[in-house]
């Protein structure tokens, strides 16, 4: 006997059931992956003009202006073949922590070290609103490089390691110097910005200098993974870091290696865990170099 069709009256209580199941569940759910509805998603590009799409963006942001970010301009890439063969270490997924050995080869940090030379000047920190100097939260210098081949091949990788995603910006990078005493203070690296016009989804700390004692990069709200494995590349030795005090995991500068790290989740918002600090040097120079990649979400456009 085939099965008669629903009753009028069973179909409504479905229907009663389904709109608030979907309003406050499935729709929070799979919004995330669909930040816009427009029909194209946010992983594919049309046309490679995305980077017109910044005339829109508030001038305060300066996402406008190739002083603050690399465009892709189609100049050719050279790059040194040996220089990619980096290895990826998974620290946590959530917020995604990536340790990576050989980011940049000896040869690109020793160059990369060579060109801030001249370029030093305070670091400054930015507080939402003004920019200024303030050495008892941020003490080192740092130089914008020119993008150079050497730059440009790491913008390249930079883009490479994440999937070359559109509607990703790298910004202008700048190496860090850490004398002695130099440090910054724990602080995020995202501004909650994303929407007055972007943000920053993710961060590289390059170490291109490490002769120095001190000056580990702590992240208080980590976990140092179980085992001695980590120990290569994290302070271990509860003696090590600043004076037995630290909190969470610390980084030691390793000249090459880089960690990641994403500072946003998929819905924009920051991760409170990305909360982290260049313990000071104690001893000799550090330099760092920062890749911030940019995420500015695809604009409807009026008329498609
Ligand atoms: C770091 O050392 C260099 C070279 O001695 C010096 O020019 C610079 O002013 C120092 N920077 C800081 C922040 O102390």
């Known amino acids: 006997m085939a099965p008669s069709p629903p009753k ?17 569940i499935l729709d929070p759910l799979i919004r995330p992956f669909f930040p816009d509805n427009s029909s194209s998603s946010s992983w594919e590009d049309e046309d490679g003009s995305a980077f017109e799409e910044w005339d829109h963006t508030p001038s305060t942001l300066h996402l406008t202006d190739d002083s603050f970010i690399s465009p892709e301009d189609g100049v050719p890439v050279n790059c040194p073949g040996e220089a990619e063969g980096y290895r990826v270490h998974l620290l946590s997924r959530a917020p995604l922590v990536l340790y990576i050995e050989n980011f940049v080869s000896s040869a690109e940090a020793d160059h990369l070290v060579d060109i801030s030379l001249n370029k030093y000047t305070p670091s400054i920190i930015y507080d939402g609103v003004t920019e ?48 002695a005493s130099g440090h910054y203070r724990h602080h995020y690296d995202w501004t909650g910005s994303l929407a007055r016009g972007g943000d920053r989804l993710s961060t590289f700390m390059v170490y291109l200098g490490a002769d120095c004692e001190g000056g ?25 870091g600043a004076g037995g005090m630290q909190e969470g995991i610390t980084f030691k500068p390793i000249k090459g290696n880089a960690i990641f790290w994403e500072n946003l989740r998929a819905d924009g918002t920051g991760y ?14 550090k330099v760092g170099l920062n890749i911030w990649s940019w995420y500015q979400p695809p604009k409807r456009r009026v008329g498609r």
């Open 8 to 24: 009028l009256s069973t179909l409504i209580t479905w229907l009663l059931y389904f709109v608030p199941v979907y309003i406050f």
């Open 132 to 179: 200024r100097i303030d050495p008892s939260k941020r003490l080192s210098d740092r130089a914008l490089l020119d993008r150079d081949d050497t730059v440009r091949c790491l913008e390249d990788r930079a883009r490479a390691f994440q999937g070359w995603r559109p509607h990703l910006y790298i910004e202008r990078m700048w190496a860090q110097r850490y004398n």
């Open 216 to 240: 580990g990069t702590n992240f208080p709200r980590l976990r140092r993974p179980v085992g001695k494995a980590w120990c290569r590349f994290l302070e271990c030795d509860e003696d090590e």
């Open 272 to 285: 409170p865990e990305t909360w982290h600090a260049a313990y000071p040097v104690t001893k000799g120079t």
